[in-house]
């Protein structure tokens, strides 16, 4: 069985979480959080630097959309209760080392 | 219409107060209820007066419409299940069919989900479950609450320790206890019919231990009316119906909620899962405490068994049942299974911080306010008027709250054991936001009863 890498972000004030190469950002869905890898399926982009309308994400680099509620539902699992929001992150590479840095940053996915 | 009549044009506010009118919910003047399972007074009037379109919010749990709410569902879920007097029924016929009444039962079944939606519905926005959840994030969410619950601190056992009466804050715990002890497993007996494969046999082992194997001396019930005895308490249930707090009746409403609604299966059993999974320690604990507490006489067979039996069924309640159900039957389960920790994790914190701030109140007399005084009070003081035929009531104060005796004398009780405090004309008592408290006289009284 796969291993996961828990981490605790205290929402709003964190918002991201970059685990070597990767970076996961937090999204606020009507009041339940939820943490969604930044990387486009297309060819990477960051996604929590792209912008929401009528319910899609657009990606900042070659302009695909993607379906919030999609984005979400496959989002990492989380636990919130109020500001305390607990997220559990695949580990790609277990041989790795992947210790998660928890950190605000410019996330216009909002 | 009559008490237990039908009438579908009513509200829920009216059928409720008319659920309430059930001779077997009438008041009483007594501040125990007495050798009979089926009295547990509701009181009609501070019912009808809730807004049921308002639910509680987290802020709001320790309050008085959430005793009132809470009250209300128990007697609704617990009328599901079969209660018989010890010294058997002769004398209490017409209790017995008042409380099984099929009027009765179909208006709870009209209630009941307004008063769950009132009184736990907060669950809902308290407790946020998102995302993917893959069999490696679920194991690791459980092993770190396990962990994070079973190497905590037992502020309940260090407050009993601590406290200034601590024999009366130990029973005050054990009246709390008794809402399940008394009918241990009787949430999960619900969940035992059915067919939903090997996870099906894996829980009825687990009750099969709580129910002693078949034998009523081992059943964890039986435990725990012994446990009560040793000490001098009473064993009916709920003799101390008066006294127990709203967190407390809430935690024990959750699990007959999550059973009821079939699909609340997986909270069900996530939450008992992580109960289990946490108890042994927390039982391990409260023996130390309560031999401090009551020495060698106290009979702490309940808590040791539960101190044994629990490294087991957390085991299998996390290894055999929900890991696998969270295998078998995806997302949709596993969610609900996270959900039910997180939202008995959450209960009990809530549970936990009422009993202590209960514990922590050692009320005490002061002179009577003026009547400059309650003229600056933010509401109107209520005066009421008390002898030995008022129906006796507690209540939560949802405000710091001044009682202060006008005429006679008032007893205050502030917890299920022990002597109330006496308070006589001309001295009051102040009551702190969030605190269950009683009032009784054994002649006329006059109390001045205001928000501070």
């Known amino acids: 069985?796969?291993?996961?890498?828990?981490?605790?972000?205290?929402?709003?004030?964190?918002?991201?979480?970059?685990?070597?190469?990767?970076?996961?950002?937090?999204?606020?869905?009507?009041?339940?959080?939820?943490?969604?890898?930044?990387?486009?399926?297309?060819?990477?982009?960051?996604?929590?630097?792209?912008?929401?309308?009528?319910?899609?994400?657009?990606?900042?680099?070659?302009?695909?959309?993607?379906?919030?509620?999609?984005?979400?539902?496959?989002?990492?699992?989380?636990?919130?209760?109020?500001?305390?929001?607990?997220?559990?992150?695949?580990?790609?590479?277990?041989?790795?080392?992947?210790?998660?840095?928890?950190?605000?940053?410019?996330?216009?996915a909002e | 219409m009559t008490a237990l009549g039908l009438n579908h044009d009513e509200s829920v506010s009216q059928q409720i107060t008319s659920y309430a009118d059930n001779d077997v919910y009438r008041p009483q003047p007594a501040p125990y209820v007495v050798d009979n399972p089926y009295r547990r007074p509701l009181d009609r009037a501070r019912l009808a007066g809730i807004d049921w379109q308002r639910p509680l919010t987290e802020d709001r749990f320790t309050s008085d419409d959430s005793l009132l709410a809470n009250r209300l569902l128990m007697n609704i879920y617990e009328s599901d299940s079969m209660f018989l007097p010890i010294d058997g029924l002769r004398g209490k016929e017409r209790d017995f069919a008042a409380f099984y009444d099929p009027g009765s039962r179909v208006l709870a079944d009209r209630i009941r989900p307004t008063a769950e939606r009132f009184a736990l519905g907060f669950l809902e926005e308290s407790v946020q479950v998102n995302g993917h959840w893959d069999e490696a994030g679920t194991l690791s969410h459980l092993e770190a609450t396990i962990h994070e619950a079973t190497t905590a601190d037992f502020p309940v056992q260090t407050a009993i320790e601590q406290a200034a009466d601590p024999r009366r804050a130990a029973e005050m715990l054990m009246v709390q206890m008794a809402l399940d002890g008394l009918t241990e497993a009787t949430a999960m007996s619900q969940n035992l019919g059915g067919a939903f494969g090997p996870e099906q046999s894996e829980l009825f082992k687990i009750f099969i231990d709580e129910f002693g194997y078949g034998v009523f001396d081992a059943k964890h019930s039986s435990l725990f009316t012994d446990l009560c005895r040793s000490v001098g308490m009473r064993t009916t249930p709920h003799h101390y119906w008066f006294f127990y707090l709203p967190s407390s009746i809430a935690v024990n409403n959750y699990f007959y909620r999550v059973t009821h609604d079939r699909t609340g299966f997986f909270r069900y059993i996530g939450a008992m899962a992580l109960l289990e999974a946490t108890f042994a320690p927390w039982f391990?604990?409260?023996?130390?405490?309560?031999?401090?507490?009551?020495?060698?006489?106290?009979?702490?067979?309940?808590?040791?068994?539960?101190?044994?039996?629990?490294?087991?069924?957390?085991?299998?309640?996390?290894?055999?049942?929900?890991?696998?159900?969270?295998?078998?039957?995806?997302?949709?389960?596993?969610?609900?299974?996270?959900?039910?920790?997180?939202?008995?994790?959450?209960?009990?914190?809530?549970?936990?911080?009422?009993?202590?701030?209960?514990?922590?109140?050692?009320?005490?007399?002061?002179?009577?306010?003026?009547?400059?005084?309650?003229?600056?009070?933010?509401?109107?003081?209520e005066i009421r008027d008390l002898g030995p035929a008022t129906a006796f009531e507690t209540r939560v104060a949802d405000a710091d709250t001044s009682v202060d005796v006008s005429s006679g004398s008032v007893q205050l009780h502030f917890s299920g054991t022990g002597d109330p405090l006496t308070v006589a004309a001309g001295s009051g008592v102040t009551v702190p936001k969030g605190r269950l408290y009683g009032l009784a006289a054994d002649a006329d009284a006059v109390v001045v009863v205001s928000t501070r």
């Not at chain 1, 190469?21 to 630097?49: E, K, T, W």
């Not at chain 1, 984005?71 to 992150?89: D, P, T």
């Open chain 2, 284 to 381: 391990a604990r409260l023996t130390t405490a309560l031999r401090g507490v009551f020495g060698d006489a106290v009979d702490t067979r309940y808590c040791d068994e539960h101190a044994h039996i629990d490294q087991h069924h957390g085991r299998m309640a996390v290894h055999e049942l929900l890991m696998p159900l969270a295998r078998k039957h995806g997302p949709v389960a596993t969610r609900g299974l996270i959900r039910g920790v997180e939202e008995i994790r959450l209960l009990s914190s809530l549970a936990d911080a009422d009993l202590l701030a209960q514990l922590a109140w050692t009320p005490t007399t002061r002179p009577a306010r003026s009547a400059a005084d309650l003229e600056q009070a933010p509401g109107a003081p």
């Open chain 1, 1 to 108: 069985m796969s291993r996961s890498i828990r981490v605790e972000l205290n929402w709003p004030q964190e918002n991201t979480v970059i685990v070597g190469d990767r970076h996961f950002f937090a999204y606020d869905r009507s009041g339940a959080v939820h943490v969604i890898a930044s990387r486009c399926a297309h060819r990477g982009g960051p996604l929590h630097l792209g912008r929401i309308e009528d319910g899609k994400l657009r990606c900042p680099w070659h302009g695909n959309t993607f379906r919030v509620d999609r984005l979400c539902a496959r989002g990492v699992a989380v636990v919130q209760r109020g500001s305390k929001v607990i997220a559990y992150l695949p580990v790609t590479d277990p041989d790795a080392d992947e210790s998660p840095a928890v950190v605000h940053s410019i996330v216009l």
